[in-house]
């Protein structure tokens, strides 16, 4: 019996398991410590970001990203239908409005066409543009934040999925006001859970770091002026973090040859096609994704899935859009199809940067069998 291939496992090994043991030798066994903050400085270096917020999950640091710029009950955010779910979430955290648009189908992210036409049919400015980088590949920025400009109005990067991607010579996370990192389990680095806010602005930094800490005043007796939050990563975790990071530029470039190996093996089957790529960046390939015509492939896609699962190969639906989950679907959004259809054709393969080359060949021939069969 083959071991199960999962989807995105984390790719950790000896290196991890000393920073984790430094970080433990340190004493700071709190969400505080000298790890965290070797960690920020670490993501800054990678990024080019200025600042960082380590926090205990990337839905965290969300949120905080949105009130940090004064996003609230009274306000509508523009985002992209295809996203998972931490992104809308963290909207409805604030009491906002999430106002959801499709994605252009050359680079499965949000249509700045559309979100022009969001903008211009608000009365009120929205209170942010949310932008998801999905599965690893930037949103359009230049266009995005030449519409944002013209309203004033300001860009999170939901860049969750996207660490290591890059925008013309930026990196993912950078290109907007402020962007956000998730670690949990299956990114592509990974501190079990744990996400970051990093920005360009020292006082949107300086607000987030101290509502991650329960908004506690710099006084010895605990002195809180406003409500806060317990957000911030532990110091182990960060540990972990360190040891990732260095390793980002391997993990990037296993993820992207295990998409590669895919394409040549999968590309000349019918109606199968890959996510593109946009001519504007570099993706991280953090998930292998395909879209299989069902006709011409022969077999619909939760077959398939199911073919995979028997084999011991674990794979997942593309995202389902928020406009179409119950939770979500009251909200105003700005087409949908192209979304819709993603989600129903669409397919994510294993690509954690520790599977071996045969390991994505069996998953290949998988594939392959499940469309002769
Ligand atoms: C696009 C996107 N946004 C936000 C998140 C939330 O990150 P976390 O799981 O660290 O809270 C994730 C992943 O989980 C994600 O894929």
Known sequence: MHRTIPLS???????????????FSSGWIAPVGPAVD???RAVCDR???????????????????????????SDEVITSTLTFAATANAIRYVGATPVFVDVDADTWNMSPGLVADALASREKPPAAILAVDLYGQC????????LAAGRGV????????ALGATYGDRCAGTLGRIGVYSFNG?????????????????DLAARARHLATQAREPVVHYEHREVGYNYRLSNLLAGLGVAQI?????KVARRRAIFERYRRQLAQLPGVAFMPEASYGIANRWLTCLTLDPEQFGLERDALLDQLRDRGIESRPVWKPMHLQPA???????????AAALFRTGVCLPSGSGLSDADIDRVAAAVRGAHGG
């Open 9 to 23: 496992s984390p790719d950790v090994g000896e290196h991890e398991l000393r920073r984790l043991c430094d970080a």
């Open 328 to 338: 979500f679907a009251d909200f105003p959004a700005l087409g949908g199809e192209v």
């Open 139 to 146: 949103a359009d920025y230049d266009r995005l934040t030449g």
């Open 47 to 73: 990024t080019g970001a200025r600042y960082a917020v380590a926090t205990s999950s990337g839905t965290a640091a969300l949120h905080l990203a949105l009130i940090v710029l004064g996003v609230g009950e």
């Open 186 to 202: 299956n990114k592509i680095v990974t501190t079990s859970g744990g996400g970051m806010l990093v920005t360009d602005d020292p």
């Open 154 to 161: 300001p860009i999170i990067e939901d860049a969750a999925e």
């Open 246 to 250: 260095d390793s980002l530029g391997h």
């Open 38 to 40: 070797q960690f920020e």
